[in-house]
């Protein structure tokens, strides 16, 4: 059971005002402009989306709550909004990637959520208190209906699903091959992840270079993730 949802926009393209439904992705949003990720040359210069100034190649996002959207950010407004008690409309998007290898996560548990694709991500929004999920298609991004409490088991028994900071970091879980694997991912990865779907996916089954792309996706992800185990304090208590 799906449906295109208004949280779609949350995960179309960084620059821009969805129409709503699926998430707008146009041509240029394959790999958004987050921090430590350079644009491909030749793309127009970018601007920040609060004060207007020209921004680099290589810059962060900032979440407008109100508008569900992602703005491109100079270094000093991202700054002004990456404080932990910063509240308000807008939130600076953070770089952190997370795995945790020490609560691995089985096929049966997956198959709880009821996800109909292999794929998905979960953002819980601080305005309507929830998760939602997500998944990418060659449409956008897709609300699928969410078990509640299939979802709270899974978050008791994996600690990274709790993790996430509301509005600004995602859960990404995804089947590969015989397994399962999850991760805390900045939501403009979301966007990224949708933007090579959009992008790639050729016929019923996405085609070679779809399929290349997610695979080259995820090895960046893996690359990125530092395990919850390794990081300081109660967070990686559990």
Request: aromatic share 8%.
């Amino acid at each position: 059971m799906t449906s295109d949802s208004g949280l779609g926009r949350f995960v179309g393209r960084p620059t821009g005002r969805s129409r709503g439904g699926a998430a707008d992705v146009s041509e240029d949003a394959g790999r958004p402009r987050e921090a430590g990720r350079p644009w491909e040359a030749g793309q127009p210069a970018e601007r920040c989306g609060l004060c207007a100034k020209p921004i680099g190649p290589v810059h962060g996002h900032i979440a407008d709550l109100d508008q569900s959207t992602l703005e491109c950010a100079c270094r000093p407004c991202y700054l002004l909004f990456s404080y932990d008690r910063v509240s308000g409309r807008y939130r600076a998007v953070p770089d952190r990637y997370l795995a945790d290898p020490a609560h691995p996560m089985s096929v049966a548990e997956w198959d709880e959520l009821e996800i109909p694709v292999g794929m998905a991500f979960f953002l819980r929004g601080s305005r309507r208190e929830q998760v939602s999920g997500f998944y990418p298609s060659p449409a956008g991004a897709t609300e699928c209906v969410l078990e509640l409490q299939a979802w709270r088991r899974l978050a008791r028994a994996h600690p990274l699903l709790a993790a996430a900071e509301p509005d600004v970091e995602a859960i990404l879980i995804c089947r590969v091959g015989e397994g399962i694997e999850h991760y805390l991912v900045p939501v403009d990865a979301c966007y990224e992840l949708v933007g090579r779907m959009r992008l790639h996916w050729r016929g019923f089954d996405g085609g070679t270079e779809a399929r290349a792309s997610i695979d080259a996706f995820l090895a960046d992800v893996r690359e990125r993730a530092v395990a919850l185990t390794d990081l300081p304090g109660d967070l990686s208590d559990g």
